[in-house]
């Protein structure tokens, strides 16, 4: 289990949702990158420098430091796709190989090489940026259908990292909640919603739609 790269994005004009920037084209670094929490949302800091949102009421902020992709799954979708998919092309900082990156549990802590510890939060939830950013009509019906999110993590530990660093699995909580099961719940599987809240992991704001959605 591996970084294939490290990915930050470039500003770029936002028609998608009428904002004046986007995040979303992140291209591979070369070289160390300092990981740092990044404080609450709502500023538009992430956890790599170099890197920020602009859509600062939904992205960012400590739940959502770091948004990680397998390239496994990458692969999957050049295949339907029928296109090349560069690392970094779905807008996430880390392209990770050998990594069950949805299968990942809430709250599993991975150490990415020597220094950096984070900590799986929450599922990425496809948006009209995303959709535009491919240009693929009926892209976020797709990719909810596939259950194939990818995850968003919250830093534990700082440090540096880059592309080859070993990632390493150190903490699984005593719970089956994975990225994939919490994004079907969170989607178009509302009855898999109580099955969450074991997961102490998951944002507050999740757990607060969550305790809504259930007790309506």
Same mark, same amino acid.
């Given at each position: ?6 990915? +930050?994005? $470039? ?5 998608? $949702? ?14 160390? +990158? ?55 092309? =779905? ?7 050998? %990594?069950?990156?949805?299968?990942? %549990? #809430?709250?599993?802590?991975?150490? #990415? ?16 940026? =995303? ?11 797709? =990719? ?10 919250? *830093? #534990? ?9 070993? *990632? ?14 919490? =994004? ?12 969450? %809240? ?11 739609? #969550? ?6």
């Amino acid at each position: 289990m591996k970084l294939l790269s490290v990915n +930050v994005g $470039k500003p770029r004009s936002n028609p998608w $949702k009428g904002l004046s920037a986007t995040g979303i084209d992140k291209r591979p670094v070369h070289g160390p +990158v300092a990981v740092t929490a990044p404080g609450p949302k709502g500023t538009g800091a992430v956890g790599l420098a170099g890197d920020r949102v602009y859509d600062v009421k939904h992205h960012g902020g400590s739940d959502q430091a770091v948004y990680a992709y397998a390239r496994e799954d990458l692969d999957g979708w050049e295949a339907e796709l029928g296109r090349s998919l560069d690392n970094g092309v =779905f807008g996430e900082n880390l392209t990770t190989v050998g %990594l069950d990156v949805n299968g990942a %549990l #809430i709250g599993e802590r991975w150490r #990415i090489g020597p220094e950096v510890i984070l900590e799986v939060s929450c599922a990425r939830t496809p948006c009209a940026t =995303f959709q535009g950013w491919l240009e693929r009509d009926g892209w976020i019906k797709r =990719f909810t259908q596939a259950a194939l999110p990818g995850a968003y993590l919250r *830093v #534990i530990e700082p440090g540096t990292i880059r592309a080859g660093d070993p *990632v390493e699995i150190v903490h699984r909580p005593d719970h089956d909640v994975t990225v994939a099961l919490s =994004f079907r719940a969170m989607t178009r599987e509302p009855e898999l919603l109580p099955r969450l %809240l074991v997961a102490d992991a998951l944002p507050e704001e999740d757990r607060e739609s #969550i305790r809504r959605r259930t007790t309506a």
